[in-house]
């Protein structure tokens, strides 16, 4: 899959290679971010996107997308993603698929999540 013509750019945010804190911890470095153009993004379904959660008196509220990046992203399950300025964590291990038939190839397809509250 190549670039959707009428996609949006989203940013990928990778934790950089680890340091040692001040105790000899490894800490993540400094975030790397990588622009992606011509990404799909779309809700994903009733069942999780949108989840309510009352927890100790605080509404806890669960939104979920679903990102079709151009084949051959390389987008990790450490990584976060930027989508219309809200960053997103990646829920699972992205997905792709390139047909054993044709050899034509499909997106990379991410579950992203965000949580508050």
């Not at 340091?19 to 911890?25: A, K, L, R, S, W």
């Not at 993004?41 to 996107?49: F, H, K, L, Q, Y």
């Not at 990790?76 to 044709?102: C, H, I, K, M, N």
């Amino acid at each position: 899959m190549h670039e959707l013509p009428f996609g949006e750019a989203v940013t990928i945010v990778r934790p950089g290679p680890p340091t040692e804190d001040i105790y000899g911890n490894d800490v993540p470095g400094a975030p790397t971010e990588i622009p992606v153009a011509g990404c799909g993004v779309a809700p994903r379904d009733g069942t999780g996107a949108a989840a309510n959660e009352i927890t100790d008196a605080r509404d806890t509220v669960i939104v979920g997308l679903t990102l079709y990046a151009p084949y051959g992203t390389d987008i990790r399950a450490t990584d976060r993603v930027r989508v219309g300025g809200v960053l997103y964590e990646v829920d699972g291990q992205p997905g792709a698929f390139r047909s054993p038939f044709t050899g034509s190839t499909g997106p990379v397809v991410v579950a992203l999540e965000r949580v508050t509250g």
